[in-house]
Structures are given as C-alpha cells and as structure tokens.
C-alpha cells in the first residue's frame, strides 16, 4: 500500500483522488480474470452448490474491486461509506421476505394447478 | 487528535468511529467532498434500491412460476461454425463493459492531472464501449423477440415471467448505458474545450465516472443473476 500513499503525500494540496495508473491497470486485469472465471462455471456446466457459490463469490469479488478502487471508495472517509453502503443491507430483509413468499406462492400454485 | 478536532475545527480529522461522530457534529459539511460528488452518491444509493427491487421481483417470480424456466446458457448462445457457444454474447459484452470501465478510472486520473487530451480520448473511447454494449444488447433483443418469439407476457420456450423480467432488467440497465453515453459525450466535450480548466476543478469528470462504474456494477449482479443462475 506504499506505493499509494506515497503519491498522495506528494499532491497533499491537489485536488481530488489522485491514484498511480498502476492500480487501475491491476484491477482492469483482475476484473478480466474473474469475468472469465464467472463465464467458466456456465461453460463447465457446474451444478448446484458449487455453481451457486462460484457465482456469489466473483459477483462479490467484482463488485468490491468497482466500488473500492474504480469507485475509490477505500479512500474516502468512514462516515460517506457507512451513510452509502449501509442502508443497502436492508435489502436483505426485502430478499428474505419475498423468497418466503415466492416459496409459499410455488407450493399453492403446485398444490392448485399443477396436478 | 479528536480533543483538537473539537478545538479546532481546521486541524486533522480524527478517523474511525470517532471521526463519523466528528464528521457529523457541530455546523459543519458533514462529508468533505465536492457537492456534486456526494449527490452522485446518494443517487446512485437510489439507484441501486430500484435495480435491487427488480432482481428481487425476478428472484420472486422464477421461484413462484411453476413452468419450466428456460436455460439461459442455452437461449443466449451463438453458434460459431457449426457450435454452440454458451452465452458467448453476453460473455463479449462483459468484457467490452470492463473495459469501458478501465479507461474511464484512466480518464479521471488524467482529468486531475489536466491532461485534456488524454482525458478527451479516453473519455470518448468509454463511451464508444458504451455505445458498442447497446448495440450487442440490440442485437440480442432482436434475436430473442424476431427469431425466438419471446414477448414481455409470454415466452414459447417456458415461463412467460422469463420475458417480463429480461425486458424489464436488461432494458433498464441499458437505458442507463445509453443515457451515459450522452452524459460521457457531454462531459468530454467540455473538458475539450477547456470548461473545467476555466472552472479551476476536474471533478465533474470524477462523478461522471462514478456514474459510469455504477452502470459496469449493475452489469455484473444481473450477469451473475439473470444469465448465470
């Protein structure tokens, strides 16, 4: 993490996030490879489980590399990350919920029609 | 450090826990950022609401449907001499939105260093991706309304939920590639012409680009779900 400190400490009165170009060409390289992992699971035809995990994982992977770096959200303050990436937690419970419901809604329609 | 910040408001800002309270306390800016920048934020916190009420409502009614759901590595594939390729399309129109997204975090980099040139090019380059992303996702509309008959209230190959939530998921989220497109094509020409130097500040170059990887972040929830799963 030197290496992206020490250029800030450089620019200490420049405006704004000023990151080595390195760092994005990483992160480009890394979103490639795990694209191409994510593609794998559906061109090996991983079932179940296993696909469903791989899935989550390099969705989650991606997603943190965009939102951390491209998005430069590891290097604002605490109080802008809490007040955007806490309230879409919420939308666990809405997930919970209507995966109830859907489950519910699946055994009537089976138990009605689908004799 | 946090006595001082009380003390004196212009000294260091205390970090952690400590700094939030800091940070929200007192007749202050609450976050240290260009305006612009956190009215980005908060609307793409908006945004990622209605997208994330979209998946769920998909999530809902594929476990609800009790008609077969289609294999979407088999509706989405390509034949390339003589072989199916699963979902290759959308494969291709992954890659190209990644990489719009590399070169829009350069453009911004290169924004802050004003370098206009560069910033102009890359900037053009992300959008042209972009505009390459919805004409694939043209072509994919067309393959699946023209040849295949899918319609947003039915679908011949299974669940006629398969229609709503693909048109519904893939049409917004290309309507917010296309709307950047515009917002690219805008802010580019600008820094050409030398407004944000006249202006003193390249951050509008920044929050363009945040909107912008939100639009690549969006992407890769509805590949991992829609095409994927």
Not at chain 1, 70 to 79: I, Y
Not at chain 2, 104 to 123: C, H, I, Q
Request: overall charge neutral; proline content about 4%; aromatic content about 16%.
């Amino acid at each position: 993490m030197n290496d992206i400190a020490a250029p800030e400490a450089l620019h200490e009165h420049a405006e704004g996030q000023q990151h080595p170009i390195r760092v994005y060409l990483w992160i480009w390289g890394l979103l490639f490879v795990f694209s191409t992992f994510s593609y794998l699971v559906d061109y090996f035809q991983f079932h179940g489980i296993l696909r469903w995990s791989l899935i989550i994982l390099f969705m989650l992977v991606k997603a943190g590399l965009i939102v951390a770096i491209f998005m430069h959200m590891a290097w604002e303050r605490l109080a802008l990350k809490i007040a955007i990436l806490l309230p879409p937690l919420c939308l666990l419970i809405l997930i919970g919920l209507m995966a109830i419901e859907g489950t519910h809604t699946f055994a009537t329609r089976w138990g009605a029609f689908a004799r | 450090m946090a006595q001082n910040a009380l003390v004196d408001p212009k000294s260091t800002p205390s970090e952690g826990l400590e700094g939030v309270t800091a940070d929200w306390s007192g007749d202050k800016q609450v976050f240290p950022v260009p305006w612009g920048k956190a009215m980005m934020w908060i609307f793409l916190l908006s945004d990622t609401f209605i997208f994330s009420c979209f998946l769920t409502s998909y999530m809902n009614v594929r476990m609800s449907t009790t008609a077969a759901w289609p294999n979407p590595s088999k509706v989405f594939s390509l034949d390339i001499g003589g072989h199916e390729v699963p979902l290759l399309l959308i494969a291709i129109m992954t890659m190209v939105l990644i990489t719009s997204s590399g070169t829009m975090a350069m453009a911004v980099n290169y924004g802050y260093r004003r370098d206009r040139a560069k910033t102009t090019a890359l900037m053009m380059a992300t959008a042209l991706l972009g505009a390459t992303f919805v004409s694939m996702q043209a072509f994919e509309w067309t393959k699946l309304i023209v040849h295949e008959g899918v319609r947003p209230w039915s679908n011949p190959m299974g669940a006629p939920q398969f229609g709503s939530s693909f048109f519904m998921i893939t049409g917004f989220h290309g309507l917010h590639v296309s709307a950047g497109v515009v917002y690219l094509s805008v802010v580019a020409r600008r820094v050409w012409t030398g407004f944000y130097d006249r202006k003193g500040t390249y951050e509008t170059v920044e929050v363009t680009g945040l909107y912008w990887h939100f639009v690549d972040l969006v992407w890769v929830f509805i590949f991992a779900f829609f095409y994927l799963w």
